[in-house]
């Protein structure tokens, strides 16, 4: 391990005693775990788009070095400038928003991708961490008896960023949203009633979107019913957990995920599943359950409710995208284009997701001599 | 905004850090301090639930990982099935032969139809198709297109690379239609016996005619008796045969005696079943079974068989061949005149007709005709085949026809039935229906005469074989036994015409325990200089059994026999009593 004193008072000596290196260490592993598994789902996908079949790989190798920089970047940050990070990245966020509705680029019936200086960003990627930290400040605020109606100021920006994203549409991403807000308006000091009327709106939001935006309806229609549509992703990714068993094909050796189309991006897990079987995948499954339950359990003691309520956003977030992914890769749920937190193929996604966790780094790491 | 937010919320930690120095009134910084201790409290209970609802959640996802991973859920099939031949259900069932060699198939391929209502340009539409599709014509296209009908189809069986070529025209108005075609591996070699379908996958002629039904309800593939090494060889020598004595078609025929079961069946010139709208009528024309010939000398095998078998006659018993015949206005001549008194063994193997006649005469016209009947000479044969002529014979049976029938003359049967009847001569005396499908059952058949008769058979047709007309036909060892047939053909006006011969030669080997009998005719051969001008059996067609019969006997497993050892000489010595002494296999 790095010879790090304790008395050691630089950024990065306080940093190394402070952080949470356990959380840290479980990120960096499954962001090696990301890579490896690009390397053995990807070159069929490459290869079946004309591309050269290390393509995904390369590219992926190289975001994941600067994602890691940008999470341990942010993890130095005190928690002000935490807070001035998430409000300055929420307004560039909304900004994107609105330019990605105004000249983004429609793919797959929806827009969400935006092409800034050559890079291809989807905004709604970052708005969930700024989001959550920047909701985490009115909540908190708010609660302890400052002078600002935080409620209300949360509860519109919560509103301002559901009706862009709904506007793309991403139902997806606005669910992860509404569920970060809900979250927090519940460890905020939510009334029981409010909570189940809330409960019940959420329910009625689903329905709604069922029956408003036909691409969810097809997708739920099909998972009730496999046989009113097409599944094919789902029931290869259930041959490929299938043709793994326990102990998995062995690396390279797989064949179902040949004809997984998405098998280095959302349905990474079933790759996994395949090539190095079941136990891998209840070790994915762990770290990330590892990386939330800690999380909670290390804000649980502190005594500043930003930190909780910003931290649990943030782990709320990340536990729920991982589990959505591995839910519908799992056919439990229907199918909703989600990331698999560091292990997927994917750019702003691998990006928004290092800010997020960087700042979750930040907000949870002990500060015995004051809350800097 | 913003910094007035973030600077109150400084402030607020700062005051509740350093409670102690905190110095407001009283009861506020109570009401603080209780609403602090409230939040957090609920706060920390509520980050309790949510992580509660977080493990439970990430537990199913596990749990789901174990059932999807370990467990095997029998609706979500386990990997790739290879999907077996026999389940694959096909329009029409495969055919193969006695060795399970492919010999008809269904595979899928793109038709090209159009909706003419729906074409926009007709002109630009027809030549773009024809440009790419060279076996259509641009104008046979537009007219088609020019149909008042809202369904026309423009072509039947495209390759993929049409089928690609014609998508990337991007036509609006074509339809791909997927159908099954019948494809004949095999191409020419079983025309006959196949048949062929119409492009709708009915079946239009020979077994695809005929079991049709049966080809489109089973799903397991049609076995035939045909072997297609057997149909190789007879076809080669066949084709090679019509070549060398430049003749206008030929049959062949394989029969294995001891079933009925026919193991080649060639009729030249023939066609290509999987384009069989090209074919002529002649090639279309099976000569084996449809086709009824005067089959000549070979019917002296039933004439002598018949007559042992009554005891009309006894192979010693003489009758006299000294000159013609004469019948009413008829002369009955010999070939090979000898201009003597003839034995039964004789008249067949010098191939008497005035002896023959002679014999015939001794049985009557009752016995003759009863006997062909039992031989199924009178009526079309019963082979699965739905092109089977009509045996020709006269309407009143004549005395003078009862002669000339002896001999092979005034009786039109098709070969398949002379095979058979042949068949049921050298085999112990038992007749089977002739047929071209394999049956895993033993086949029944009729006796019609007796062992000792069809021994009899056995030796005359050996010795003919060795001294009389069928030399050409020996094949060293295989113990070949047979007899030609030269038949003249019945002009337009209904006379004979002199130099248009059907020659042919029937043979059956081992002799000594028959196993196959193996028939080869020419139409219309012409003799060569090798053959001295002649274009009878024995020197066209007799030459091509022999040729089958060294080639196929290996591949079947029959040894050659020494044809001096004692037991053959035994088994098929036969006594020519006139000349005092006894003619063996040398």
Not at chain 1, 22 to 46: D, Q, Y
Not at chain 2, 86 to 112: F, P, Q, Y
Not at chain 2, 483 to 489: N, V
Not at chain 2, 552 to 558: N, Q, R
Request: aromatic share 8%.
């Amino acid at each position: 391990m790095i010879n790090i004193a304790r008395n050691d008072t630089s950024i990065l000596g306080r940093w190394w005693w402070e952080v949470d290196r356990w959380t840290l260490m479980a990120i960096v592993t499954l962001a090696g775990f990301g890579v490896m598994l690009t390397l053995f789902a990807s070159p069929s996908v490459a290869e079946r788009i004309g591309a050269d079949p290390l393509l995904f790989v390369r590219k992926q190798a190289t975001l994941i070095v600067p994602a890691l920089v940008i999470m341990v970047s942010v993890s130095l940050l005190n928690l002000r400038n935490i807070r001035r990070l998430a409000i300055g990245l929420l307004g560039i966020t909304v900004l994107l928003l609105l330019a990605t509705l105004a000249f983004g680029a429609e793919i797959k019936g929806a827009t969400r991708w935006i092409s800034v200086g050559g890079v291809t960003i989807q905004p709604s990627e970052l708005a969930k961490p700024a989001f959550a930290v920047v909701a985490a400040t009115f909540f908190s605020a708010s609660r302890l008896g400052e002078d600002i109606p935080g409620y209300t100021m949360a509860g519109g920006l919560y509103m301002v960023l559901l009706t862009l994203l709904l506007l793309q549409p991403d139902v997806g991403q606005a669910f992860v949203l509404s569920a970060i807000w809900f979250t927090q308006f519940f460890l905020a000091g939510l009334p029981m009633v409010l909570v189940i009327v809330l409960a019940i709106i959420s329910v009625l939001g689903l329905i709604s979107a069922y029956f408003v935006f036909p691409h969810v309806q097809s997708r739920i229609d099909r998972f009730l019913d496999p046989a009113s549509g097409d599944n094919y992703q789902v029931e290869q990714a259930m041959e490929a957990f299938q043709n793994g068993g326990i102990m998995g094909t062995g690396p390279g050796e797989g064949v179902v995920k040949n004809s997984l189309p998405d098998g280095h991006a959302d349905f990474i897990l079933a790759v996994a599943g395949e090539e190095f079987g079941l136990l891998f995948c209840l070790l994915i499954v762990g770290i990330y359950a590892f990386v939330v339950l800690r999380g909670f359990a290390r804000v649980l003691n502190r005594n500043d409710l930003f930190v909780v309520l910003a931290a649990t956003g943030l782990l709320v977030q990340f536990g729920l995208q991982a589990l959505v992914n591995m839910a519908s890769t799992l056919n439990l749920i229907p199918t909703k284009g989600m990331t698999l937190p560091f292990l997927s193929y994917g750019g702003s996604s691998l990006i928004a997701l290092a800010l997020g966790m960087g700042m979750l780094l930040a907000i949870t790491r002990t500060r015995p001599g004051g809350q800097r | 905004m913003m910094r007035r937010l973030l600077q109150s919320m400084e402030n607020a930690r700062s005051r509740r850090q350093e409670p102690v120095e905190f110095r407001t009134p009283a009861e506020h910084a109570l009401h603080e301090e209780g609403l602090f201790k409230q939040a957090i409290e609920t706060g920390r209970t509520r980050v309790l639930i949510t992580g509660a609802v977080m493990a439970l959640a990430f537990a199913v996802v596990g749990i789901r990982l174990i059932d999807v991973t370990a467990f095997n859920n029998p609706s979500e099939p386990r990997v790739t099935h290879a999907v077996s031949a026999s389940t694959v259900k096909k329009e029409r069932a495969d055919i193969v032969d006695r060795n399970g060699t492919l010999v008809a198939t269904a595979l899928k391929t793109v038709g090209l139809s159009a909706d003419p209502k729906k074409i926009m340009d007709i002109q630009e539409a027809a030549s773009k198709l024809a440009a790419v599709l060279p076996d259509l014509s641009a104008a046979d296209i537009a007219r088609k297109l020019s149909s008042d009908s809202r369904f026309v189809w423009l072509h039947r069986k495209l390759t993929p690379y049409q089928q690609w070529e014609v998508n990337r025209l991007g036509i609006p108005g074509l339809d791909f239609r997927t159908q099954e075609t019948r494809v004949y591996p095999q191409g020419n070699l079983m025309s006959h016996v196949l048949g062929f379908t119409s492009i709708d996958n009915n079946g239009l002629a020979g077994i695809e005619k005929k079991l049709d039904q049966t080809l489109r309800s089973s799903t397991q593939p049609l076995k035939l008796s045909v072997d297609v090494r057997l149909q190789h060889i007879m076809r080669q020598e066949l084709q090679a045969a019509v070549t060398e004595f430049d003749a206008i078609g030929a049959t062949g025929i394989i029969m294995d005696v001891n079933n009925g079961e026919i193991l080649s069946m060639v009729s030249l010139p023939d066609f290509d079943p999987n384009d069989a709208g090209k074919a002529t009528d002649d090639s279309r024309f099976n000569r084996a079974t449809l086709g009824v010939y005067e089959l000549g000398s070979t019917f002296k095998i039933f004439n002598t068989a018949v007559a042992l078998d009554t005891g009309t006659a006894k192979l010693s018993s003489q009758f006299d061949a000294t000159k013609p015949l004469r019948v009413g206005r008829f002369a009955i001549r010999d070939y090979h005149a000898k201009n003597r008194w003839l034995s039964v063994s004789e008249i067949f193997i010098y191939s008497s007709n005035i002896g023959s006649a002679r014999i015939a005469n001794e049985l009557g016209t009752a016995s003759q005709r009863e006997f062909l009947a039992k031989l199924g000479f009178l009526t079309p044969s019963s082979i699965e085949l739905p092109e089977v002529g009509q045996p020709l014979y006269p309407k009143v049976w004549r005395p003078v026809n009862t002669m000339t029938i002896s001999y092979g003359h005034g009786l039109a049967v098709s070969p398949i039935q002379l095979v058979s009847g042949v068949s049921a001569m050298v085999n112990g005396g038992t007749f089977y229906q002739p047929t071209l499908v394999r049956s895993d059952t033993d086949r029944n058949g009729e006796r019609i005469i007796s062992e000792s008769t069809s021994n009899a058979i056995r030796k005359l047709m050996r010795l003919n074989n060795i001294e009389g007309s069928g030399k050409a036909s020996n094949a060293k060892g295989y113990l070949v036994g047979g007899k030609t047939g030269t038949a003249e053909k019945v002009g337009a006006r209904g006379t004979y015409r002199k130099k248009d011969l059907i020659s042919s030669y029937v043979a059956a080997f081992p002799m000594n325990a028959p196993r196959y009998v193996v028939y080869v005719n020419l139409d219309e051969p012409r003799g060569t200089k090798k053959t001295f001008g002649y274009a009878t059996g024995g020197w066209v067609a007799a030459p091509a059994v022999s040729q089958v019969i060294k080639q196929m006997a290996p591949m079947l497993g029959i040894p050659p026999q020494d044809p001096e050892s004692p037991e053959i000489r035994q088994a098929l010595a036969i006594k020519l009593p006139n000349q005092g002494k006894t003619l063996a296999s040398f």
